[in-house]
């Protein structure tokens, strides 16, 4: 892999969320890549750290949240360290995010058409109110909402149409990068399937470099070249998309691809992974997925099984079964 084509670097990341209790390890020791036009999806069940990273990348975590350790690498530079006005020039214009709920992401007391406007106005001075509203129209046609409809205010728009108005918000700064933050929450299958197709053309089209957050597998799997698997707060396997479902070496995300029907497979019971997601103020000692692992042995409740390649290249587990 060459340096140059790599946008963003995570390396080592660990994100957590101070509260009375104690410290929530939401992310910890967070490592991946994602190449200039490739897209990556970080998978996982609820409160696996999915958002957190996303927001760490962007700095926006809620109040009580920090980045404790690791480096955000994209475009050569750490944002780390980087101060919040600095931050700002980067949002948008570097890394931009498609929150997930539509509705909550939009100010329902002003017009989806300003709101796109201050996007662009904010991270470009001296832009004319002329090109402002050509671009607002170009960004609409993009996502394939009429041009007119942006004098409208988001509760005049259907959920689809909102995801959709959203996607052109993003765009706004033309961004190397998009995070995708469970983009088809809330939408019926057929405004699904149309948000993601939309996703995957602009990635093709603009070379956008993207990160596709899902709890869902077959959203990642048709749309990502790359795919890492959380759990509580770790990277537990990563690699090729192609890979990782074709031989998933994780017990937890062997539970994952079996708990979702195959359509074109034998029909068999779909299974659970049995028991829930721990706590991360006081996670398992060692491996965390420990206490509902169906291969658990003594070794994983001592030591902690570090992401190494196994078999495959370019293919990363964190098991002790290998």
């Given at each position: 892999?060459?340096?140059?084509?790599?946008?963003?670097?995570?390396?080592?990341?660990?994100?957590?969320?101070?509260?009375?209790?104690?410290?929530?390890?939401?992310?910890?020791?967070?490592?991946?890549?994602?190449?200039?036009?490739?897209?990556?999806?970080?998978?996982?069940?609820?409160?696996?750290?999915?958002?957190?990273?996303?927001?760490?990348?962007?700095?926006?975590?809620?109040?009580?949240?920090?980045?404790?350790?690791?480096?955000?690498?994209?475009?050569?530079?750490?944002?780390?360290?980087?101060?919040?006005?600095?931050?700002?020039?980067?949002?948008?214009?570097?890394?931009?995010?498609?929150?997930?709920?539509a509705m909550s992401a939009f100010n329902p007391v002003y017009k989806v058409g300003d709101q796109i406007a201050e996007a662009i106005k904010t991270h470009e001075s001296g832009v004319s109110k002329a090109d402002v509203e050509e671009r607002i129209a170009k960004l609409l046609e993009t996502v394939g909402i009429e041009p007119s409809r942006a004098d409208n205010y988001p509760h005049e728009f259907s959920g689809g149409m909102r995801q959709r108005a959203l996607i052109a918000m993003a765009l706004a700064a033309n961004p190397k990068m998009l995070i995708a933050d469970e983009p088809g929450t809330a939408l019926d299958v057929i405004v699904q399937?149309?948000?993601?197709?939309?996703?995957?053309?602009?990635?093709?089209?603009?070379?956008?470099?993207?990160?596709?957050?899902?709890?869902?597998?077959?959203?990642?799997?048709?749309?990502?070249?790359?795919?890492?698997?959380?759990?509580?707060?770790?990277?537990?396997?990563?690699?090729?998309?192609?890979?990782?479902?074709?031989?998933?070496?994780?017990?937890?995300?062997?539970?994952?691809?079996?708990?979702?029907?195959?359509?074109?497979?034998?029909?068999?019971?779909?299974?659970?992974?049995?028991?829930?997601?721990?706590?991360?103020?006081?996670?398992?000692?060692?491996?965390?997925?420990?206490?509902?692992?169906?291969?658990?042995?003594?070794?994983?409740?001592?030591?902690?099984?570090?992401?190494?390649?196994?078999?495959?290249?370019?293919?990363?587990?964190?098991?002790?079964?290998?």
């Amino acid at each position: 892999m060459t340096a140059n084509s790599t946008v963003l670097s995570v390396q080592d990341l660990s994100a957590y969320y101070y509260t009375l209790n104690g410290w929530v390890r939401a992310a910890e020791s967070v490592t991946f890549d994602v190449e200039m036009g490739q897209a990556m999806g970080l998978a996982g069940e609820s409160g696996c750290g999915k958002t957190t990273v996303a927001m760490s990348l962007l700095k926006i975590l809620p109040r009580g949240g920090r980045i404790r350790k690791g480096k955000i690498i994209f475009d050569g530079e750490d944002l780390v360290p980087l101060s919040e006005n600095e931050m700002r020039k980067r949002r948008w214009k570097g890394i931009s995010i498609v929150f997930q709920g539509a509705m909550s992401a939009f100010n329902p007391v002003y017009k989806v058409g300003d709101q796109i406007a201050e996007a662009i106005k904010t991270h470009e001075s001296g832009v004319s109110k002329a090109d402002v509203e050509e671009r607002i129209a170009k960004l609409l046609e993009t996502v394939g909402i009429e041009p007119s409809r942006a004098d409208n205010y988001p509760h005049e728009f259907s959920g689809g149409m909102r995801q959709r108005a959203l996607i052109a918000m993003a765009l706004a700064a033309n961004p190397k990068m998009l995070i995708a933050d469970e983009p088809g929450t809330a939408l019926d299958v057929i405004v699904q399937a149309q948000t993601l197709k939309l996703l995957r053309d602009l990635k093709d089209r603009l070379g956008l470099s993207m990160i596709m957050i899902s709890h869902d597998l077959s959203i990642i799997a048709e749309t990502c070249e790359k795919v890492a698997i959380m759990y509580a707060g770790r990277i537990v396997e990563y690699g090729d998309a192609v890979s990782i479902f074709k031989n998933p070496m994780h017990p937890y995300t062997q539970g994952l691809i079996k708990a979702f029907p195959s359509i074109k497979g034998e029909r068999v019971r779909l299974t659970s992974i049995p028991g829930t997601p721990p706590d991360l103020i006081h996670p398992p000692p060692a491996c965390r997925f420990n206490p509902r692992c169906p291969y658990v042995m003594d070794i994983c409740k001592k030591i902690d099984p570090q992401l190494v390649e196994h078999g495959e290249k370019n293919h990363l587990a964190a098991c002790h079964l290998y």
